[in-house]
Structure formats: structure tokens, C-alpha cells
């Protein structure tokens, strides 16, 4: 079941100047750290602009069966790493086209998590259990990562927002800081069974307003396999 669109549910919170603590800072420059050394080791033509895009969108579709989940996303983004991390953490990762060797300037990723608090057992009492208690850490950290925002120095401002993702209810968090030039997040989130399914794109301020529609048409493609 695909999400609805992922904009038209009520705010939570209405945008305010705000702040999160540095860890979260120190977070987002260790993950763009890491895209650089994960780029270093590909040949420097695998990041050269690409030049010819579609007048329209077109996709090609990402699915992992493993990981349960598929999505289209637009055929001039490129996938540039997929790991998996002891079937406890895993996450695939695309850049856009306005990215060009070693500078990366916008990513969109797909995290999922599994969380180690539901046994082998595949009655439908015991998989709504399990998501319940999914939901409900996913929702600790939810408040918590808002908390973290109005405290930062470097956030700019902030929204939140209920919605759906695949059909579950789900999280969205946007947010543009100062840090690093400056850059603009979202990141969306859903659980299902004990999988914690985290959507996150994250880019420089004009590159982000280019591809916000692209975005959107690649969340709602979003499907987790129930």
C-alpha cells in the first residue's frame, strides 16, 4: 500500500528558531565524512555530472526483499553503497545528480533498523505486539531528536508532522541548519514488526528546493512488504 502524500497531515509543532545539542551536529558531519570516504574509493567518473536528465520523471525501482521494502526512485540518482551491519542496522544510499567528485552536495538514504525486543513468532497477536512496542521507541526517539533541535545553535528552524509512510503511521522531521555552509533534512520514519524503516534526505538549500518534488514522488513510492 503505498503512503499517502506525505504533506497534507496537521503540524505538530509550527516552526520556531530553535537548536539541538552539538551530538547531532557532530552526527550529521560524520555521516557526510563518511559519504566522501565512500566516494574516495570509486573511480572519479562514477561521480561526474550527469548531464542529461528527463524532462520527466522517470524511475527505476530499488527492491530488497531481504530488508522488506522497494521503492522508485528517479533513474539519473545513482546508488553509490548498500550495507548491512549484522542484519541489525542497514542502509542504502543515492546521490542526485548535482553531485560531482569528491564534493557531495546532496544524498537521500534509506536506514532500517532492527530492533531486538521481539521473539521468532509469527502469530498476529504476537507481530501486532511487536510493532506496538516498535512504535512506541520510535516515538521516544521522535521526541527526543525534537528536543535535541531546540537546542542546537546551529538549526535555523524546525517542523514536525504526522503522516504516513507505506501506510503506517509515521514521523516527519525537516529542519535547515547553518553548519557546513548550511544544509536542509527531512526525515521520515515508520515501523513494522520489529523494523524501524528511516527515510532521510539531506542536501545544500538550493540543490534541496530542486529536488523536493522528486523526493516526494520517491516517499510515496515508498512500499514496506507487510
Known sequence: MRSTRFRSHHHVNG???CSFNLSTYSLVVIVLLNISILASAQQRSTFAILTQIPDRYQSSTYQNIQLG????????WM???E???????????FVTPENQFPNLKSLFSITVEKFALCKQ???????KSC??????????????EVKDLKRNPYVIDYSTMNTTLSGFPSKEITFKTSALGGLQKLEISATNNERLYTLTY???PEI?????????TTIASFQIHK
Request: net charge positive; aromatic share 6%.
Open 15 to 17: 516552526r520556531e528558531k
Open 69 to 76: 521494502f522497494k521503492l522508485d526512485y528517479p533513474n539519473n
Open 79 to 81: 546508488k553509490i553503497s
Open 83 to 93: 550495507t548491512n551491519l549484522n542484519n541489525n542496522y542497514s542502509n542504502v544510499l
Open 121 to 127: 513468532n509469527t502469530s498476529n497477536i504476537a507481530s
Open 131 to 144: 510493532t506496538q512496542t516498535a512504535m512506541k521507541m520510535q516515538n521516544t526517539r521522535n521526541i527526543q
Open 202 to 204: 539531506i542536501a545544500k
Open 208 to 216: 534541496y528546493q530542486k529536488n523536493i518534488k522528486d523526493i516526494e
